[in-house]
């Protein structure tokens, strides 16, 4: 992999001067055009060998490139707010815009490399992270933005060679930095990292190259054919992404509208008992110590008219206002469609201690974006399987997870739609759309079944609540909540 | 001030049903009102009184509107990364949009009431505070937010009571808190605190009310009303800014365009000799420990084809891509558009150890936006103000601000024009834009003075570099960029 790069070949300046000047050219019209088409992004993932002219390279791509349209995101090891998130959290919320350029530095590989330099790689924790790894580009490939990966790499010899060049002028020994000097004890274990983290994830849709370093005018002009031919590209679409047994063990049976019971009713006096009660209890868990390490992330779907506000209030009634967000989830904003569409609710997740309660969410996808066919076929079958990730990804980082659907019959749903028009301060919550999607009541339905077949797993399963009573399931569902933190902060 | 709300006034629930029915119709119609005008975002400002129910108001709001279009900004205690950034940063940075309503729970009151609720508030910094906090405010209500703030207030036998009420129900307890606790004590000097804060920043434009919070009716439906009051109200323009001199003394004679030198010129030989010197020089500044306290912000300006892009590529060159954003300022997007205009910038401030180079900043305000008509000149002659308090609100937090304006002749600049339309890879650096642009060039350069009479104040003064010679500017602008850091680091 490494042989041509460590043969550290060379290219003269007078061999360079004509294609540089052919491929700035280039360049320049490959991102125009990208600006203009929007229709992706790209990110360019710098990677290699310490000593190898990365940050070089950042300085000449926005040189070469018209520096407006590319963004240097380079990334510090995890800050204090970040480690409360899922650690691709970050990359998330940087995505650029389609059109745009983005130069990666520091990038998810980091924990991947860094494990694959170890003396004895841990072989669970490499493959967990290069499956990640592998997950997070294909999700990204899918939905709009295209990565390329380069690798800076040249031989032992080279790589201290040019670091004790750099160290003999005190002018350009600062370009040295203490990881450069520890290479060439550790080289071939580097190297061996390289090659291993590589071959994990070398994917047509998200291709790895590798950049010999030891010539800047060898660098530089590599650099620039790698994304010029990424620039170029027509975009490759992944493989159909991993099996979703795979990832996520599905429940089984899983819930359905179908034949759901609606009768549950709860009196005016137990509810009047019940509700302040469980309040009470959600109250003091959320005030516990323990909390303060926990994220919380409650999503609320269901039919229209079903409560979901009403019962969102409930809860957020036991909560201090600055430990929740209530995010109201409706069509997308500009900014947020020229990203993949999970890039919203990535912002919005919370950090330890606090609560996002989503009123409606991302699985807008495979239900209003489905029904109304705002996504196509293609988009919403994957999205089961990227929500999945997207959820695991979530648990794993230790955030509590609940899911609920509050479920209405159709004739309730009528009776609660009159009952609003003929309010003075509910009216404004029943417009023509409501009615039009009433007439697809079956889509919907069919759309929901489906959601929970491929999305009700067994770590993050969908909790159907009957919501024909209103008492009934606000009690239900602030009795989920207060009992699931209480197994997490392990209270019970 | 208090005297009707420590009355304690009471609404029987008879009489605050028809009142709440009628109030819940008209907020929503206020809301929708003002969401498709879209020409002022409200904020409404929580404080008062610990245990006077300024949580379950939050909590009233968000049923009685539509909370779809509400956020609730409720911040904790500044965060580490919030609290290397000018103290007013997190809530620029949460600004709703126009047309939205935003609900601030721990504000930008909180350190005015801290202090002033010391046994001895130190005077100085009283003043300090509240003077932040009504530049703070006016800058809002020029730029289409609206503020409105709310004093919740009851007797301290009420405050004791209502709180002794809470503690014994153990399902409500959980609503005290442990400042509520110690409000009988202190009552009266959080009295007085509050009596003063209010007095000092109660503007027609950014108006208080007090509101009775000793009943649950009475402290509902007085909300109500001034909310709609507010909603309904013509957006009242702040009286003329404090005159600058006030807040930043200007530099005497201030810098010029005209009869500028630009002769000075660097050969070859000094600058390949030069140039990596200041670069090492910058270099180990940026790496050495005590940077990692500073933030610093570089803007640069200048005509089209000055060598902007070349100087700050000279600059990032000595650092680590970790370390500093380069900020390119084009035309604002939609999401900037329905903010302040200083939105923008706020987001972009840097955290301590970081730089962000603004390539084009908020001076665009008083360049092309003037000289354009994108601004009215009531807005552009605002904005010099606006820009001198936001800067030495950057110096108040410690931030290292530089301002550089790149000067080339109108001769320099048509050469260059030209040489950039003859280059393959330069061209697409020229546009008919920029042709149109200098034929503006004298409207341009009175801007420029204008901004220089006006912005250069002598704790942040500009510095106009000549740069009809590039050696020369790239040079220049590093040694003044060195010599500021050295300065601030106490290493001169």
């Known amino acids: 992999m490494f042989e041509l790069a460590e043969s550290d070949p060379e290219l003269s300046k007078e061999e360079a001067g004509p294609l540089e000047d052919e491929l700035r050219t280039a360049l320049l019209k490959a991102q125009y055009a990208r600006l203009q088409q929007k229709n992706c992004a790209l ?31 380079a990334f510090d090891p995890p800050s204090a707010s970040e480690q409360g998130r899922p650690w691709l959290w970050r990359y998330w919320k940087n995505l650029p815009a389609k059109g745009k350029t983005g130069i ?56 201290s060679d040019r670091t004790e060049k750099l160290l003999s002028d005190p002018d350009t020994a600062w370009q040295v930095r203490p990881e450069d000097l520890k290479v060439k004890k550790k080289f071939p274990r580097l190297r061996d990292a390289g090659a291993l983290a590589i071959s994990l994830t070398h994917e047509a849709h998200a291709p790895w190259a590798v950049i010999p370093a030891a010539d800047t005018q060898m660098r530089e002009i590599s650099t620039g054919q790698v994304i010029l031919a990424a620039l170029r590209k027509r975009r490759i679409a992944p493989r159909q992404p991993i099996s979703q047994a795979d990832t996520a063990t599905l429940e089984s049976p899983a819930p359905s509208l ?23 209890r959600l109250a003091r868990l959320v005030r516990h110590k323990k909390f303060a390490q926990t994220p919380v992330v409650l999503v609320f779907e269901g039919q229209d008219a079903a409560g979901k506000g009403g019962t969102i209030r409930r809860i957020t009634h036991a909560l201090d206002p600055r430990q929740f967000r209530a995010i109201p989830i409706s069509a997308p904003s500009t900014e947020e469609l020229t990203r993949p569409y999970l890039w919203r609710f990535w912002r919005d997740l919370p950090a330890p201690g606090h609560i996002s309660i989503f009123d409606r969410s991302w699985y807008g996808r495979v239900l209003v974006e489905r029904v109304e066919k705002y996504a196509t076929e293609t988009e919403w079958q994957r999205a089961y399987e990227e929500i999945n990730q997207f959820e695991s990804q979530l648990l794993a980082s230790g955030t509590v997870v609940l899911k609920f659907w509050l479920a209405i019959s159709k004739e309730e749903q009528l009776e609660r739609f009159r009952a609003r028009e003929d309010s003075p301060f509910k009216s404004f919550k029943i417009t023509p759309e409501d009615w039009r999607n009433r007439k697809q009541w079956d889509a919907y339905t069919k759309a929901t079944n489906d959601m929970f077949k491929y999305t009700s797993t067994q770590a993050c399963p969908w909790h159907v609540v009957s919501a024909n009573d209103k008492p009934h399931a606000r009690v239900a569902v602030l009795q989920q909540v207060v009992k699931a933190l209480e197994n997490a902060l392990d209270l019970d």
């Open 43 to 73: 990110l360019i993932v710098i990677a290699g060998i310490d000593g190898a002219g990365k940050g070089a390279t950042v300085c000449m791509l926005n040189e070469w490139m018209d520096a407006r349209h590319i963004h240097t995101l």
């Open 104 to 159: 990666v530095f520091g990038s998810w590989y980091r924990p991947l490399l860094q494990e694959a330099a170890r003396k004895k790689p841990r072989q669970k924790r490499l493959l967990a992270l290069s499956r990640a790894v592998r997950e997070f580009e294909s999700t990204l490939a899918q939905n709009g933005v295209q990565v390329v990966k380069l690798w800076y790499h040249l031989s032992r010899q080279a790589q």
């Open 258 to 280: 179908d034949n759901l019971d609606y009768s549950a009713r709860l009196g005016e006096d137990e509810y009047d008992k019940l509700l302040p009660e469980w309040q009470g």
